[in-house]
Each structure stands twice: as structure tokens, then as C-alpha cells.
């Protein structure tokens, strides 16, 4: 007798569990699906223009490199820039912010000391600025407070990257 109800029992499970495609033929139409759809959101791309001719706001107003990099200045802007700048910049992937390997491909001299000395007149006012703004997720770069020599000693070391 047991062994008879346990096959009835097994029988009734695979009947009711059946073939699926059988199930939503017999729903008229009706499609009952469990998995988890889940929709990408599509991020808004803030493009963020190349634009040489772009100075920046603030106090720099032109920079002259040399031909040869200043070894000796580079060295110190490294030194400050690993101080400083390390906690938001990598020199070859994004991080908080922009990587800046290869900047003075994407941004004149004059733009980027302007940045480090004028982070709050450049968010506020230049185009570019305020595009990577959007881009990085509203992260502000921080008032540093260098003077003009430590600013010129990192753009130096940039050149190296």
C-alpha cells in the first residue's frame, strides 16, 4: 500500500511539473517568465572638449616649456605631487580624478596651472572644467594652496608622464 501511494506521489509531482513550453501554450498567450530582467541605464556621456587655445581662469597667463625637460624642477614637482596629488590622480587610469599622463595632449600649459592654482574659478567658469566636473561624478579638486613655483614644478614633472 505504501508503495503504491509513493507512486502515485511521484506521478502527480511529474505530471504537475510537466514540460514548460506545454504550460505556456495552454496560458492562451499568457508568458510567465521568473528571471530577473534588469535594464541598463544608460549613463549620460558628458563629452569633454580638447581645446588647446583654452588658458583657463586665473593667474597664469602664459607658460614657455624648453625643449628639454628640467630634470631638476621635475624632481620637485614630483615630490609635491606625490604629496598631494596621488589621493585623486593616477598617472596612467582614472581614479577620483582625470588621468594625467599625456595632459598637455588634452589641455594647454597655461589650463592645468591654472587648475591646481584656481580649482574654485575654474569649476565655476571655464567650459572645460566645468565638464569634467559632470564627468567625475561632481568630485571638486580641492584648493591646494601652492604658490605659483610649486604649481610650475608639477606642470614640469607632468611633462614625464
Known amino acids: ?11 502527480a509531482v511529474m505530471i504537475s511539473c510537466g514540460d514548460k513550453e506545454k504550460k505556456e501554450e495552454s496560458k492562451d498567450g499568457f508568458e510567465m517568465n521568473r ?8 549613463t549620460e556621456s558628458v563629452e569633454v572638449p580638447v581645446d588647446m587655445s583654452n588658458k583657463g581662469i586665473g593667474p597664469v597667463e602664459s607658460v614657455e616649456f624648453g625643449d628639454e625637460i628640467d ?9 609635491k605631487y606625490n604629496a598631494i596629488c596621488t589621493a585623486c590622480h593616477m598617472t596612467d587610469q582614472r581614479m ?32 572645460i572644467a566645468k565638464a569634467l566636473l559632470k564627468e567625475y561624478n561632481n568630485a571638486i579638486m580641492l584648493n591646494q594652496n601652492l604658490t605659483r613655483e610649486e604649481t610650475r614644478a608639477i606642470a614640469e614633472y607632468l611633462r614625464t608622464l
Open 1 to 11: 500500500m505504501k508503495k503504491l501511494a509513493m507512486i502515485l506521489a511521484m506521478g
Open 35 to 42: 528571471t530577473k530582467k534588469t535594464e541598463k541605464k544608460e
Open 71 to 79: 630634470m631638476e624642477l621635475a624632481a620637485q614637482g614630483e615630490a
Open 96 to 127: 577620483i580624478g582625470p588621468a594625467l599622463a599625456g595632459i598637455y595632449e588634452r589641455r594647454s600649459p597655461e589650463w592645468v596651472m591654472n587648475m591646481i592654482l584656481n580649482p574654485d574659478g575654474m569649476l565655476k567658469e571655464d567650459p
